[in-house]
């Protein structure tokens, strides 16, 4: 089963590292605060491979997480674990977008001048 929330991270903890009969493994846990009119803290888990994904991400920023939610009895307890498989920087991606409709309406406003300037005495075809 797959989720998906928005949220703002709060806390990036240590990579935890280990063994087990499948080999090695890396795990991350990070904290986000979910943007809703009561917000929740949630501790998300993110393994292996998928750690590259944390790159860039900063305390503070808007995240856009998928996960999934798996639960298992251990001494008739059971314990969940909330596991992030992709993660989507949306303060980053505002940045970009900002920082890219700034050159595209410089560059328009270069043109116009540029048009506005051109002397009709000219004799070249446009």
């Known amino acids: 089963m797959s989720f998906e929330t928005k949220g703002k991270i709060v806390k990036i903890l240590e990579t935890q590292t280990g063994s087990s009969k499948n080999g090695e493994w890396k795990k991350q846990d990070f904290v986000v605060e979910t943007a809703e009119a009561y917000p929740k803290k949630i501790c998300f ?45 949306n303060s980053k991606k505002d940045y970009e977008t900002s920082k890219s409709e700034s050159v595209n309406f410089q560059e328009e406003k270069l ?3 540029i048009l506005a300037s ?7 075809p446009f």
């Open 45 to 89: 888990s993110i393994w292996n491979d998928k750690l590259s994904q944390l790159d860039g991400v900063e305390v503070g920023d808007e995240v856009r997480i998928m996960f999934s939610v798996a639960s298992r009895e251990y001494n008739n307890k059971w314990y969940s674990d909330i596991t992030a498989y992709q993660i989507d920087n």
């Open 111 to 113: 043109n116009l001048d």
């Open 118 to 124: 051109s002397n009709d005495s000219d004799d070249l």
